[in-house]
């Protein structure tokens, strides 16, 4: 019996020796940085097996011994991975077990339109291209969506992903986003507003991101529109007869483009256009939703970024005469 209670010590020596020596010694590896995906699911040895096919030597029955061993076998995460210096297999365990993953990230900016955001994730290098080929009703289709229109739909933010995810389940979140902002923001606005449901308020707030030049115009900017709804004024707003030109747009807005009737042209139509304009912000949600109390009817810009607010249309026409005719 004693005989063999030191043969297991031994025993348990030499693996203990062994797997420290396996563990701990720097692997051969080509030159880095490598990068290797860990599929959702994966295996301990299914991993050494991706890890090795990289570039890194790592004999998977072995890294995962190693992994049993120390009770970590079972906490594999999954994603996108970079080894960039020589490294241990315990090394890659910690990192495989920490989720310490090498993402890539996609910013979408408030006041972007659909068409920006598609060409965006069309030039996303590290995204698995599936838009490409898809109609803007099979995308909402695919994510989810039931509204009519991609416009307006997804959330301005940084958004982080693995290199190989689905350009459409990135669009999943942004969209999912979105629609937690806009209802938080319809949950919490002024009872009182001329808007029948949270969609109108998502025009109306990707308007407001448009007109904004300084951010602390905003409320007022938000305010000025809700007036206008209320007394069945044409909203006449710049921008969304911009959107309603497409393509056709030069960057030069004429008299001719303000008087030619389309559906967002807010001169020649009265009420909201028929979709967003734009990808609101939060802050643009949220002064759509709680305008503050005002009688201001007209801005204008000053060309500093900020606007003159009035109340009657003589005083905007002053306004108009003192900052974008030059009579100062």
Same mark, same amino acid.
Not at 182 to 186: E, I, K, P, Q, T
């Given at each position: 019996m004693r005989l063999l209670k030191s043969f297991l010590i031994l025993a348990l020596?030499?693996?203990?020796?062994?797997?420290?020596?396996? *563990? #701990?010694?720097s692997l051969p590896m080509q030159a880095g940085p490598i990068e290797f995906s860990v599929p959702p699911g994966a295996s301990l040895r299914t991993a050494a097996r991706v890890i090795e096919a990289a570039g890194i030597e790592l004999p998977a029955w072995q890294f995962e011994w190693m992994g049993r061993l120390l009770g970590r076998a079972a906490h594999i995460k999954a994603g996108s991975y970079e080894v960039a210096a020589p490294t241990t297999a315990l090394e890659l365990l910690?990192?495989?077990t920490r989720g310490d993953v090498s993402q890539s990230e996609l910013v979408l900016?408030?006041?972007r339109t659909f068409r920006d955001l598609h060409a965006l994730l069309g030039n996303a290098p590290e995204l698995n291209h599936e838009m490409? *080929? #898809?109609h803007d009703d099979e995308i909402l289709r695919r994510i989810g969506a039931n509204e009519s229109s991609p416009e307006g739909l997804f959330f301005p933010d940084t958004y982080l992903f693995d290199k190989g995810d689905s350009d459409l389940a990135v669009l999943k979140r942004a969209y999912l986003a979105m629609q937690r902002e806009?209802?938080?923001?319809?949950a919490t606005r002024n009872p009182g507003l001329p808007l029948k449901t949270p969609y109108e308020l998502l025009i109306l707030a990707s308007i407001v991101e448009k007109e904004t030049g300084l951010a602390s115009d905003r409320p007022q900017i938000a305010a000025v529109f809700v007036n206008r709804l209320r007394l069945g004024m044409p909203l006449q707003t710049d921008p969304s007869v911009i959107y309603g030109l497409g393509e056709r747009f030069d960057g030069n807005l004429r008299r001719i483009d303000l008087e030619t009737d389309t559906p967002w042209n807010t001169y020649t139509r009265r009420g909201l256009p028929p979709t967003p304009i734009s990808m609101p912000g939060r802050d643009a949600l949220r002064a759509a939703a709680n305008p503050p109390a005002s009688?201001?009817?007209?801005?204008?810009?000053?060309?500093?970024?900020?606007?003159v607010f009035s109340s009657s249309l003589e005083a905007h026409n002053r306004a108009v005469a003192n900052y974008q005719k030059g009579n100062r």
């Open positions: 020596l030499a693996i203990s020796l062994a797997v420290s020596w396996f *563990a #701990l010694r910690n990192k495989l900016v408030e006041g490409a *080929a #898809l806009l209802n938080a923001a319809w009688d201001k009817l007209y801005f204008v810009a000053r060309g500093d970024g900020s606007s």
